[in-house]
Structures are given as structure tokens and as C-alpha cells.
């Protein structure tokens, strides 16, 4: 069975360098085209082995752990974590693929990731840095109950005696993911484990929360704002994937993305909340049908 290899690429912070890792699939050959696909808040780039393996056989496949998770450094000052630092560590990880444009999925924050640098002020003349894009379950209005919900639990995960019993808690707090086998959990939740001094430990920086415990209702408007400005602009071929049941990601807000900027396709999943997997063959075939189409 196929499986990734894992690079790293140094990035710039404001108390210096750290690493930012990303697992790549390699193409079917050394000019084929590159997918990257960037994760939720708190996932890792493994969450993407299903889709990246079925689209190996077309592009390079890039799925960065964002910084704080899975083998990417944590950051020295938490007030790091923000989706513009990670699109200044994106903007790193093309010049390293040197590539100017990829194909992109991202699911939550790595969608919110993919606004910020499709939306990039450049020389003009200069194509945008994303060709096509799949947002899955999120736009630029994210309902704040939702945000309330993650941050309930962002950060506060306890130690575990086995990765079997840190899967059983992650189930408990990712029903929105809908229904999975047995073994496609097991695969969804085993990179998600560290081992520690005391059992087991999700793999995030705990202080990627910290972000959350500041934010306040008119917080989240004054950004709603700016992404919505983004979304405005942006002119590449979108689709969004919306889980029927998400409570981050209305109907209301998809609507409005079919109409306005690049005027997404947008599919709803029945069963599935906030946020699809994309490890289902049905879902993994939107996402390759979509990228492939002219």
C-alpha cells in the first residue's frame, strides 16, 4: 500500500525559524501537477491518507501539518497561531515545492487558510497562487455557537492509557464526521497520538486554545468581515462542501457563496455535520470529479 514521505520546510516566525512538516504522495511523474490539502484546527496532515492515495495517481499530494500539530514544531509564543502566520508558512512551503500554483483542498481552518492566500495582493499579471479550490464545511461566516463548541474542548484533551481509548474519546467529541467503520477510525485516529511520560497525549500544542479564550463576539464579526472581502475576490473554480447537519457552516452562509465571488458549487452531505472526512468513496470521488473537471 502506498504510503507518504515526510519532509519538512523551515519557516520564519517572530521569534525565529520553526519547521513545518508535510507528508507527500508522490505523483505519477516528476511534472505532475500538485494538490495541497490542509487540515481542521485540530487534526493533521494524515487525515487526508484516503483521498491523497486515490489522487496520487494524478498529482503530487502535499498534506502539511500545520505548525503546532502532528510533526511540525510548536511555537515558542502561542500568539503565533493565526491564520495569517500560517498562510506566511504556506507562501514558504510553495516556494519550497517550487511550484506557482497548486490545487488546494481545505477543510475548516485549511479553507480559511486557502482565503488568506488566494487573496494575497499581487503584481498583476501574476496568477493567483490556487487554481482550484474545494472548501469543506466552512466560508467566511462561522456561526460563534459553533466556535464556543470547539473551544469547549480544544486543548483540554486528558492522557490516555492506549490510542484505543484516546480514539473512543475522539468519537465522543467528532460526531459531526458521521458515521465510520470501525477500521476507518482507527486509521482517522491513530496519528492523532503522541506517546508521553504518562500514556498517550493528542498531538497538538495545548496553546493553539489560546486564541479561542480571547474571542468575543465582535471579534468574530470584524473577521467575518475581512473573509467575506476575500471570498469577494476570489476568481479560481470552487466547490464547497457543506455537511447537511454542520453547525459551523449554515445553509444560510452556502447560499450566499454560490452567489457571490466565485460562485461555488456547493454540495450538501446528508449525515454528516461539521466536518466531512473525505475518506468515503463517494466523497472522494466529488473532490477528484471536481479537480479533474475542465
Not at 16 to 24: F, I, K, P, Q, S
Not at 80 to 98: E, S
Amino acid at each position: 500500500m502506498t504510503q507518504p514521505r515526510l519532509n519538512s520546510v523551515n519557516c520564519l516566525d517572530a521569534t525565529g525559524l520553526h519547521r513545518m512538516a508535510y507528508w507527500e504522495w508522490a505523483g505519477p511523474h516528476a511534472q505532475a501537477p500538485v494538490l495541497v490539502c490542509v487540515h481542521g484546527l485540530s487534526r493533521q496532515g494524515r487525515d487526508f491518507d484516503a483521498l491523497a492515495r486515490a489522487l496520487s495517481v494524478h498529482y503530487r499530494v502535499i498534506c502539511p501539518d500545520v505548525v503546532g500539530r502532528g510533526e511540525s514544531d510548536w511555537l515558542r509564543h502561542p500568539a503565533g497561531y493565526q491564520i495569517p502566520a500560517y498562510v506566511a508558512d504556506m507562501v514558504t512551503l510553495l516556494a519550497r515545492l517550487d511550484v506557482a500554483q497548486v490545487d488546494w483542498v481545505g477543510t475548516s481552518m485549511g479553507g480559511l487558510i486557502a482565503l488568506g492566500l488566494a487573496s494575497l495582493p499581487r503584481p498583476e499579471g501574476l496568477p493567483s497562487p490556487i487554481r482550484r479550490l474545494v472548501l469543506n464545511d466552512v466560508g467566511p461566516s462561522i456561526a460563534y455557537d459553533a466556535l464556543q463548541r470547539i473551544g469547549g474542548y480544544l486543548g483540554k484533551a486528558p492522557g490516555f492509557a492506549s490510542v484505543e481509548q484516546g480514539a473512543a474519546y475522539l468519537r465522543g467529541i467528532s460526531e459531526g464526521f458521521g458515521p465510520h467503520s470501525e477500521a476507518e477510525w482507527a486509521a482517522l485516529s491513530r496519528p492523532m497520538f503522541k506517546p508521553g511520560p504518562e500514556g498517550w497525549r493528542v498531538h497538538y500544542d495545548p496553546a493553539i486554545a489560546a486564541g479561542f479564550a480571547a474571542l468575543t463576539p465582535e471579534l468574530a464579526a470584524a473577521g467575518e468581515a475581512m473573509l467575506w472581502a476575500a471570498w469577494d475576490g476570489l476568481r479560481c473554480p470552487t466547490l464547497l462542501i457543506r455537511g447537511a447537519q454542520s453547525d459551523l457552516l449554515s445553509a444560510q452562509t452556502a447560499r450566499l457563496m454560490s452567489e457571490r465571488g466565485p460562485r461555488a458549487r456547493v454540495v450538501e452531505l446528508a449525515g454528516v455535520g461539521h466536518a466531512p472526512t473525505l475518506v468515503h468513496d463517494d466523497q472522494i470521488a466529488l473532490v477528484r470529479d471536481f479537480l479533474l473537471s475542465e
